[in-house]
């Protein structure tokens, strides 16, 4: 993997954060017994500077996180803990932030917070790489998407294009397909060579 042409593999984590990539990763991965700012203040370690303007900058994004900033953090909601792991991550201000499926199980109300305040950090200028399994809600924020199957890339296409796509639509949105020869012969084929879904 590299990052304006210079290789990212094998650099210790904290010299991938100075180099504006952070992640939050699957099962949010938050400290617990620590409050939520306490938390955030993690986020900061590599720019010390700036810990109080971008302690600040995460308040306004995540306001729900500053009420409760000084709540031990193993008594929030899944919701408010999915936010508390992108509001650390975003501690750094990277330019890449990647996101590993920030929706996997919230509720539907939550999940349309997460989508918006995903919308809300790329506006910023931070560029998110997201993770997801819900594809309809990925596909409606993404610029780009991709199609990954047992860990091989099988599409890559815009995100507009990949929600018109018939076989995207039967496989991964939920569409289905009226059933013609044609549309079933497809499905025996990629059902016996390609299409498992991960």
């Known amino acids: 993997m590299t990052l304006d042409g210079e290789p990212l593999n094998g650099r210790r984590p904290a010299d991938v954060v ?3 990539v952070t992640q939050a990763p699957e099962g949010r991965r938050i400290f617990a017994e620590f409050t939520v700012e306490e938390n ?7 720019n010390p500077g700036e810990l109080a303007a971008n ?3 995460i308040y306004d994004l995540f306001g729900v996180l500053k009420e409760r900033r000084k709540a031990t953090a193993g008594y929030l909601s899944g919701g408010e803990q999915q936010m508390l792991a992108m509001g650390r991550a975003m501690m750094s201000a990277p330019r890449y932030l990647l996101l590993d499926e920030p929706s996997l199980g919230l ?3 939550l999940v349309r917070r997460i989508r918006d305040l995903i919308v809300d950090i790329n506006e910023t200028g931070t560029t998110v790489l997201l993770v997801e399994q819900n594809a309809n809600m990925a596909l409606k924020i993404a ?5 990954m ?4 890339i099988v599409m890559d ?3 507009a294009q990949l929600r018109e796509d018939e076989d995207v639509k039967e496989f991964y949105l939920g569409a289905r397909r009226r059933i013609t020869s044609r549309s079933a012969g497809w499905r025996a084929r990629s059902r016996t060579s390609n299409c498992s879904r991960t």
Do not use: D, N
């Open 55 to 57: 302690l600040e900058r």
């Open 157 to 159: 296409k815009p995100a």
């Open 107 to 109: 509720a539907p109300l």
């Open 143 to 147: 610029e780009h998407g991709y199609v």
């Open 40 to 46: 955030l203040r993690i986020g900061a370690h590599t």
């Open 18 to 20: 100075k180099a504006g």
């Open 149 to 152: 199957e047992s860990g091989k």
